[in-house]
């Protein structure tokens, strides 16, 4: 097979038009070409009255077509050259009755994307793994997060964070990363999703997403696949304990009292189990402290995205609902960005502590609510976070948790109670304006939240929203994105508080074998562990771990010392 980048064709080519070009591009006689695929499409915008499309395509030559000659002629064309081999395939398999000597089997706590693909790949090799999850499955904690949307009841081990298919289930379903990904395991990701009744486009398009609702039935299609490999998911199995014995795991205890005695523990967490970060934290484990991002979610018509991003070409099928990527260095030297962009979306509550409230991005995968939204959201560090819990000694790997539901907290009480999330329009917030000048109706733009949105003051002295540094560079940051984005700072868009867990506050070292540093048979991973960012690089972190343990265990049937 032969690949060709960088293939461009405008926007409304008709379909022949790709196959001639690729024909064109081999300098081959139409009939020497048997057959191509397209293995990504994605688009150039920048120029919106001429927008292409970029094609990527492997291509089969016919029968007696000499390959190794063709691509000797085109040495110096940089977008010619062999198709790599994409396919996955297992590190190993573990031989029959593996098991039958009483053998501890692999335990992984948490099924979100890295634990799904962390289990699935151990499957995969017959290492019969045991999942333990806090939450419910996937249409249970489906109802329980519904219940907080229109009641206001919260579920604290059943909600956006907690469940089957974790955080990433309740999002825009993103399945793109920016990763290195030289081994193409983000291809196995994505194959398996298919398999699992994704859209196959998913394969082929730039930037591939599915939406909650086709997540939840893919979910529970994964988990099929597990358990028919010898697989155990067991539900509302909260860990409360970890066994370590002269630095060696060797067990879990649940909140029931079960203890299930294991020598190997994949810590798929999420980014949200603060207590288990804090029982790890204090059996020793190691952490550390690491950045993340705090600000708010901004809404605006999707129409005025379309036309700011695609012009005349809004609408168009093949481009769908445009989406940004912004960044802003404000003056105080604070970097300002978009985060978790979500078209034809809507702003979800994302708690799952008591009287907090927290703000992510979601949507569909047709993508067709009437508001954009995304994450305005500025970086903040540990040396940030501990001075603003007025400490003066070192940092705990644990401040940051303790900095967020600060704001989690002030953002509930702002917003009046009932999980209500404080907001107010992008006018008023970058007058900053007070009190009676604050404006208490909605525009042209009618936030998505539920329970509901509450406007007020997000800057008010001493009852700000978010740390002051942290306003004032947002405030900067949206008329400059006026700049790139024509009706960004439009005076009605909404701003929706807060905007907290971006990413975990802490990381869990680990070493080049994926063990953690000073634990042995602990292996974190994905997102909580510190390791990730999103669905695709949480799924492949998930793969890498699995690898890593099957290694260990099927090396002469190793059995931990």
């Known amino acids: 097979m032969i690949r060709i980048t960088e293939l461009r064709l405008p926007l409304d080519h008709p379909e022949a038009a790709l196959r001639a070009a690729v024909v064109q591009r081999l300098g081959l006689p139409e009939h020497e070409l048997a057959e191509f695929t397209v293995f990504r499409r994605a688009y150039d915008a920048r120029k919106k009255t001429a927008i292409v499309l970029i094609y990527t395509v492997d291509c089969r030559l016919a029968d007696g077509v000499d390959e190794a000659a063709l691509l000797a002629r085109h040495a110096g064309d940089a977008h010619v050259r062999p198709s790599p081999d994409t396919r996955y395939r297992l590190v190993g398999e573990a031989p029959a009755g593996f098991y039958g000597s009483g053998r501890p089997r692999p335990v992984v706590i948490g099924f979100g994307p890295c634990g799904i693909f962390a289990a699935l790949v151990l499957a995969q090799m017959g290492l019969r793994p045991i999942v333990l999850e806090r939450g419910k499955t996937v249409r249970e904690r489906t109802q329980d997060t519904w219940g907080l949307w229109r009641k206001g009841v919260l579920h604290p081990e059943s909600n956006v964070q907690f469940g089957e298919g974790g955080a990433g289930t309740f999002s825009d379903g993103k399945l793109w990363s920016q990763i290195s990904d030289p081994r193409h395991l983000t291809r196995k990701v994505l194959t398996e999703f298919v398999k699992a009744g994704a859209p196959e486009e998913i394969l082929y398009v730039s930037k591939p997403h599915i939406g909650t609702f086709r997540l939840v039935s893919m979910v529970e299609k994964i988990r099929a696949d597990i358990e028919s490999l010898g697989g155990e998911i067991r539900f509302q199995q909260k860990v409360t304990d970890l066994h370590i014995e002269a630095g060696q795991v060797r067990g879990v205890t649940l909140a029931d009292g079960t203890q299930i005695d294991t020598d190997h523990v994949v810590l798929a967490l999420g980014h949200s189990a603060r207590d288990t970060f804090t029982m790890l934290h204090g059996r020793g484990v190691a952490m550390l402290a690491k950045p993340f991002s705090v600000g708010f979610r901004i809404e605006h018509p999707q129409g005025v995205i379309d036309r700011a991003r695609f012009g005349a ?3 168009h099928p093949l481009l769908g609902a445009a989406d940004y990527k912004l960044v802003h260095h404000a003056k105080n030297g604070r970097s300002v960005y978009s985060f978790c962009m979500c078209p034809g979306g ?18 569909q995968y047709s993508r067709n609510e009437r508001n954009a939204n995304a994450g305005i959201v500025v970086g903040i560090s540990p ?15 644990l401040d940051g ?5 600060v704001w989690e907290s002030r953002a509930y009480e702002l917003g009046g109670g009932g999980y ?49 540094y942290v306003l004032e560079a947002i405030r900067e940051a949206l008329p400059a994105f006026e700049r790139q984005i024509r009706g960004f700072s439009m005076a009605d868009a909404v701003l929706t508080g807060v905007e907290t867990r971006t990413s975990s ?46 290694r260990h265990l099927l090396q002469a049937g190793a059995v931990p010392a």
């Not at 809507?346 to 949507?363: I, Q, Y």
């Not at 040396?383 to 790997?397: I, L, W």
């Not at 948790?401 to 539901?405: G, L, V």
């Open 420 to 468: 209500r999330a404080p907001g107010q329009l992008v006018g008023d917030f970058i007058a900053g304006r007070h009190g009676a000048a604050v404006t208490r109706d909605f525009g042209t733009v009618l936030p998505s939240y539920k329970p509901g949105v509450h406007l007020t003051d997000l800057n008010e002295p001493g009852r700000e929203s978010l740390p002051p």
């Open 505 to 550: 506050p802490l990381r869990i070292p680990r070493g080049p074998d994926y063990q953690c540093v000073n634990v042995k048979g602990l292996y974190p991973a994905g997102e909580g562990a510190g390791y990730a960012g999103g669905i695709m690089s949480a799924g492949v972190d998930g793969i890498e771990v699995a690898e890593a343990l099957g």
């Open 313 to 315: 070409h809004a609408g």
């Open 401 to 405: 948790m303790a900095f967020q539901r």
């Open 346 to 363: 809507t702003v979800v509550a994302a708690t799952s502590e008591p009287e907090r409230v927290v703000t992510n991005g979601m949507s």
């Open 383 to 397: 040396d940030d976070y501990r001075q603003d819990a007025g400490g003066s000694g070192p940092v705990s790997p």
